[in-house]
């Protein structure tokens, strides 16, 4: 189990110095803002181009994709249909509440946890590939549309998809895919240069997090909080048993269920609230569920990896 706690050791030490950070105002009021950007527009793209473009095939397509996939669907269904018609929430922030709720953090707390304890960092990659080209572009694209007004019909649909198609992090991350599926051998002038920058996206997404923790507690906006704890209760407790339910099904031998289990009980990712704070809907929500559950997940890793083998 010393393998899970390093993981977690890692993510927390910087999530703590960006607290710190921001608690000192080392980097001025504008220092979130400049973060976010940075992640989003240039350090994730080159990070999740390195990740994909050295993920192994066999694994990349297995059956732990499909099985991922549906657990998450099933999660993000379920959450949307309670907070649109129970709750009648707006449509921005009812897709931040279910990327909450089935967007689980597959770079920078999925990669060390596979490492460490599951002996393989390439077991996050179909996640992270289904994550990336199939739920951001879609997620993308409403918040974009949201974001800028809306435009009504088919028209502002196809618009908002353009402009996702045009997203440094989709471009990114189908490049990728694109060198692992043709088998591109990239030479070293050019493979390091893109993995120096890569290593910095965790880094800086983190210490962002830990900044926008400054001088606020989770749970205090009365108007989110049975958002933050219907999208936490999902995440953490419901998700990993979807994905123990569809591994039945699919037939998974012993250790695929450990996989698939263990990266079904990761916390939410980071993105979900790097997407909340570029487009400006639902921050305090995603900044919610993303704290409650990195930090809640840590048992629920523990008895997933204690009762499937680790």
Excluded at 17 to 39: M, P
Excluded at 57 to 76: C, D, K, Q, R, T
Excluded at 101 to 129: E, H, Q, R
Excluded at 190 to 200: N, R
Aim: net charge positive; proline share 4%.
């Amino acid at each position: 189990m010393i393998g899970v706690l390093t993981g977690f050791a890692v993510v927390g030490l910087a999530i703590l110095v960006g607290y710190i950070v921001a608690r000192i105002d080392l980097l001025g009021e504008h220092a979130r803002y400049v973060l976010s950007r940075l992640t989003f527009f240039v350090l994730n793209p080159f990070l999740l181009f390195a990740v994909l473009a050295d993920a192994d095939l066999g694994l990349l397509f297995s059956a732990l994709l499909p099985v991922s996939l549906l657990a998450a669907v099933a999660m993000i269904l379920v959450y949307a249909l309670i907070a649109l018609l129970l709750w009648k929430r707006s449509l921005g922030e009812v897709v931040v509440g279910a990327l909450g709720a089935g967007y689980v953090n597959g770079n920078n707390i999925g990669i060390p946890i596979s490492t460490y304890l599951l002996g393989n960092g390439a077991y996050a990659a179909p996640v992270i590939l289904i994550q990336l080209l199939i739920f951001t572009p879609v997620v993308l694209a409403i918040l974009d549309s949201v974001s800028s007004g809306g435009a009504a019909g088919w028209r502002g649909l196809g618009r908002a998809l353009r402009r996702t198609l045009r997203n440094p992090m989709i471009i990114g991350a189908a490049l990728g895919v694109l060198v692992a599926v043709l088998g591109i051998e990239l030479p070293t002038i050019v493979s390091a240069p893109i993995d120096l920058i890569a290593g910095a996206a965790v880094p800086v997404l983190l210490l962002s997090f830990g900044m926008s923790l400054f001088g606020q507690r989770v749970l205090t906006t009365r108007a989110s909080r049975a958002d933050v704890l219907l999208s936490t209760g999902m995440k953490l407790f419901l998700m990993p048993v979807a994905a123990w339910a569809i591994g039945l099904l699919f037939q998974l031998d012993a250790h695929a269920m450990l996989v698939v289990v263990v990266l079904a009980s990761l916390p939410s990712a980071q993105n979900v609230f790097n997407y909340a704070q570029r487009y400006g809907v639902g921050e305090i929500l995603a900044r919610d569920v993303v704290f409650l559950t990195t930090f809640g997940c840590i048992p629920i890793v523990f008895v997933a990896a204690t009762v499937f083998g680790a």
